[in-house]
């Protein structure tokens, strides 16, 4: 079961003194920094931000109950609230007002990473008006309505405080509506409601998350999924908005798994008084004293601990059967490489269609970075003048599954698995293949050759012979040399190579090579000549090859069409001393008598 | 034997067709027991067995001069003979019939008729090892009685499809028209072919035509070879014919009651819904890699459930991948340009992949493969063929024809090439830049562009 919990606390929680009657707790979503106050500041203030080096210690004097403490950014300016009505900046400073809007406001969210304010403004609370603030302006954004489940008669504070929540999923600023179900609007469940709050324009409905029970939940964002905790089952359920649901109507989402609870965690004992083999003790999970902010914060301020939310990519492999879906899930996640791999080296057990899916997924996601770049690389080379905002380079992330990966950890050990047929791993091979051609990725050559080892080890030739003649394994100079090197187990193979040797049209050399080597000198002389290569090729390669053939004609005929050469492009038949062809020189004196050597023509 | 036969018209050109084995009756008064079978079998006992006895002696004879190679044929003023020995000690003999005209005594023509008459004898007994097994499979399950008994059923039948009048230098090849395809649409047919596979394991090879050409054989490419010499002279003429001549065709895919797809069955029931639909499908056999002479038996046996669940998973995409063909198809066209009739006509054979290509040949179909030259022609390029076997070197024979026509003949590593041009008043130089043009231009997709472009040329005029 314990493989089973997708959801998990960070392991390295943020540790403050847990809220007391003496010590008052507080948390700053800016600055992401706990405050523990005790004795309203007279014996201490701890400031615990994130990372460790941000701790702040210091006192001030007690002057009533802490309503509310922050810094600034920076920690720069200490902001203390006593009151309902006044703030205290302990350095003296100066205020000015800026810019004043006057609006009836029953209460507000406010969002640090995109700063936005939001106000819940009517009677019923249910109009939004949000603010953006940027470089020291305000400005106001279009309001909106939350559509309530029932309005109620007379009118009333409906909309609560506790049921809105901002967040960014997906680079987008959303907020998040608790839509409890109503006994009187027929609503069997809850659901939470997502308001797209674009920078310009209106803000408008955009998803619906079936939460599919009723009690009390609390929001979380992680990794751009949606985590909606369920006090009463002490579980949670996870949405991605990305994700489409075939059977649902537009936008509307059903959980992407099963309802878990967040993986036990269990607090370790610190401090003197603690003997060092007792246990940890389970933490309970769920607490009502919970306190959730945005995106990812958990805070027990009765334990004193403030906690990350995480996603755990493993347990969601066994509990997603539909692999499309899987992928779709897993390739838009931050820490997902090792975990789609697996899925790819789980899914070739698996069949055929599945296979298809996975790869063409992958894909798609590996094409698009690979385009992004492109179009960068163009973008550069064309200079920065073009265009005025300078194109960022796309960032790879851990989704981008090249086909080295795949080779490394997916398709080699695959090709050596024991107990699979022959026929399968072909077929999986080709899929990659056509996975890769659909998406007009150039395959590599390594994949060709693993399809080519695989067919070989198997004696499919005739199936390889198929696949060249279709040009399925793309012509290049190592797969020319690889089918020469099968020549002595298919002779066919050596046709294909030449064949592929001058498709190339680069790799005359090599065609030369490999006629020469078969001595095929005649054969090797003609077609240098017919590429109009003749005049640069050297002569003793040629001479020393008909020579091994032990043709006497043939030599001769080699030897005559050198001098030729020679004649044509310096007036004399003789080899230069660099050409080194001395030596058959005198085997060509010695075999066919000095008078039969070429005469320079007299000009 | 088989006195029941009733009276049928057969092919006019088969004198005789006969399959003996001498050691099936070794003593004297037991020559009848070496006949296996007997084309045409009402000729009288005494006849089939002088005929028998003398083809024996004759391979007898001949065996004395080289026992390596024993003759293949037997040339006499009036008919000629071809013998074949596929397995030990069992022969095919066949005897063509002049048909009244005058015996031919140009060197030429025997010469092509020997290579082509020898390969349709080759092909009856691929044909018939196709379906049944070699002759020794037969005999240890079931005798000499079962063994004639097979005989006689496949080539009753055979024989009359047999049209010797219209084999040509393609029997000799006996090759394979590949589709040509580009590698997207290529990949996804062996993507499905692949699935279906896997999905239906008891199919175990797959072989994914278009038309009459071949795109992908899971066969090994001899079986894949007399294969598609069935499919393509014999089964799908006989069902395309019906169709092409806008016939009520038992075969339409409205009749199976499924409008869906066009996918069905060519071999098998005609309609899966019908509950009194026989799922009777042809046996073939095949080689397997292990073991040269063990032979395998695919029996296309297939349950109610098989045949449906096959039909529901290939019909559907089947005919979204025939679209994409089809586009192909048009693309090709496209490019080879409006249908104009060319200067040259030409005949391409690459024996490594045996893929074929013909521009003299039409339409083929069960009863006639037209060829749009003149015989004699067809003549010319046999005798080429002749000479191009004799020597493994590369080898170009440039052939001035009686009729203004000029027949080139190329040969270049294993593949081969025939050109017959339709200029009157070319030369030498003209004909071979002519050739040379064609070579760069026509990509058979297996390329004809041959790197040992090279040839020792030879001349001919006649």
Known sequence: MSEEHYLELC??????????????????????????????????????????????????????????????????????????????????????????????????????????????????????????????????????????????????????????????????????????????????????????????????KSHVLKLNTTGKFALNIVDNLVVVHHQSSQTSLIFDIKLKEPDCAVNTHQPVLPARSIHPYRIPLSGPAVVPSQPPVPCQLYSSSWSVFQPDIIISASEGYLWYLQVKLPPTVNLLQDKGKLMDFLLRRRDCKMVILSVCSQSTRGVLPVVATVFDKLNQVYKEYLEAEQSYTVAMESGPSRGSAAQKRPVRTQAVIDQSDMYTHVLSSFTERKGVSHKFIIAVLMEYIRSLNQFQITVQHYLYELVIKTLVQHNLFYMLHQFLQYHVLSDSK??????????????????????????????????????????????????????????????????????????????????????????????????????????????????FGEQALMKPSTV | MASGMQEKQYTPSLLSFF??????????????????????????????????????????????????????????????????????????????????????????EEEILDTVYGAVVRQCYSMYKLFNGTFGRAMEAGGVELLTQKLEKFFYRYLQTLHLQSCDLLDVFGGISFFPLDKMTYLKIQSFVNKVEESLSLIKYTAFLYNDQLIWSGLEQDDMRILYKYLTTSLFPRHSEPELA?????????????????????????????????????????????????????????????????????GPQLTLLASDICEQFTINRRISGPEKEPQFKFIYFNHMNLAEKSTIHMRKTASVCLTSVHPDLMKILGDINCDFARVDEDEEIIVKAMTDYWVVGKKSDQRELYVILNQKNANLIEVNEEVKRLCATQDCFTTLKTVTSVFNRRLFFS
């Open chain 1, 478 to 591: 190592p797969l020319a040399c690889l089918l020469l090197s099968l020549e002595s187990t298919y002779p066919p193979a050596h046709q294909l190579s030449l064949d592929m040797l001058k498709r190339l049209s680069t790799a005359n050399d090599e065609i030369v090579e490999v006629l020469l080597s078969k001595q095929q000198v005649l054969g090797a002389l003609r077609f240098i000549r017919s590429v109009g290569g003749h005049d640069n090729v050297s002569a003793r390669k040629f001479l020393d090859a008909a020579r091994q053939t032990g043709d006497q004609m043939l030599f001769y005929t080699v030897f005559r069409s050198f001098q030729q050469r020679n004649q044509r492009l310096r007036g004399s038949p003789g080899f230069n001393p660099g050409e080194h062809c001395e030596e058959h020189v005198v085997h060509f004196k010695q075999l």
């Open chain 1, 11 to 204: 392991e390295n929680p943020v540790q403050f003194e847990h809220a007391s009657s003496v010590n008052n707790v507080f948390f700053d979503e800016a600055n992401k920094q706990v405050f523990a106050v005790r004795s309203g500041g007279a014996t201490g203030v701890v400031v615990k931000g994130p990372d460790d080096k941000s701790s702040v210690a210091f006192r001030m004097d007690d002057k009533g109950e802490v309503k509310c403490i922050k810094f600034s950014i920076g920690n720069k300016i200490l902001a203390v609230q006593r009151t309902s009505k006044s703030v205290v900046f302990p350095d003296k400073r100066s205020l000015k007002l800026l810019k004043s809007q006057s609006i009836n406001v029953n209460w507000y969210q406010y969002c640090p990473e995109t700063a936005v304010i939001l106000l819940s403004t009517t009677v019923q609370g249910n109009i939004l008006q949000p603010f953006a603030f940027r470089s020291g302006t305000m400005s106001k954004m279009s309001k909106f309505e939350i559509e309530l489940p029932v309005v109620p008669k007379p009118a009333k504070l409906s909309l609560s405080e506790r049921d809105i929540a901002m967040a960014t999923i997906y680079g987008q600023l959303h907020v998040m509506y608790l839509k409890h179900h109503s006994r009187t609007a027929n609503s069997t469940s809850a659901e939470v409601v997502l308001y797209h709050l674009p920078r310009e324009g209106a803000c408008k």
């Open chain 2, 19 to 108: 399959i003996y084995n001498p050691t099936f009756g070794p003593r004297e008064g037991e020559e009848e027991k070496k006949i296996l079978f007997y084309h045409p079998s009402e000729v009288e006992k005494n006849e089939k067995i002088r005929n028998v006895g003398l083809c024996e002696a004759i391979v007898q004879f001949t065996r004395t001069f080289c026992p390596t190679k024993p003759a293949k044929s037997l040339h006499t003023q009036k008919n000629r003979q071809f013998f074949f020995e596929p397995e030990d000690n069992f022969w095919i003999v066949m005897k063509p019939n002049k048909d009244g005209k005058p015996p031919t005594i140009e060197y030429q």
């Open chain 2, 246 to 314: 806008g016939r009520d065709s038992p075969l339409r895919p409205e009749v199976a009651g499924n409008l869906l797809h066009y996918g069905r069955f060519l071999t098998g029931p005609t309609n899966l819904k019908d509950p009194e639909a026989k799922f009777r499908f042809p046996k073939i056999f095949v080689s397997t890699g292990d073991g040269y002479e063990e032979l395998h038996l695919i029996v296309y046996k297939l349950t109610r459930e098989f045949c449906e669940q096959l039909d529901g998973l290939v």
